[in-house]
Nanobody, 126 residues
Framework: QAQLVESGGGLVQPGGSLRLSCATSRFMWENYAIAWFRQAPGKEREGVAC????????PYTSSREGRFTISRDNAKNTVILQIDSLKVEDTAVYSCAARLQIFGRCGLSASTYNYWGQGTQVTVSS
């Protein structure tokens, strides 16, 4: 059964950091890509970063270099999104999603992802 569970969101001051976790079903580590998306109030959902779990040679994809870092924890079946130097405009619901992908670099088109978590709220405010 496909399952994605996000955690790690919260209220943080500008300039702070957060580490978001996406716990996945074990089978997804064979043939799936995992992506992080975010959606701010009144705005469209946008892709942040993704990783192809089944192809270790494929580079990670990130729409925001520098402050957003995606990584994998194989032992915990978890994909991590580290966000540094948070800004007020980073306030959004952050969700992870999964799609079937065996080879190659993953993309950030939300419509291609089949499974979604419930999301975790990130609020950046002083």
């Amino acid at each position: 059964q496909a399952q994605l569970v996000e955690s790690g969101g919260g209220l943080v001051q500008p300039g702070g950091s957060l580490r978001l976790s996406c716990a996945t079903s074990r089978f997804m580590w064979e043939n799936y890509a995992i992506a992080w998306f975010r959606q701010a109030p009144g705005k469209e959902r946008e892709g942040v970063a993704c990783v192809n779990l089944s192809d270790r040679t494929a580079p990670y994809t990130s729409s925001r270099e520098g402050r957003f870092t995606i990584s994998r924890d194989n032992a915990k079946n978890t994909v991590i999104l580290q966000i540094d130097s948070l800004k007020v405009e980073d306030t959004a619901v952050y969700s992870c999603a999964a799609r079937l992908q065996i080879f190659g670099r993953c993309g950030l088109s939300a419509s291609t992802y089949n499974y979604w978590g419930q999301g975790t709220q990130v609020t950046v405010s002083s």
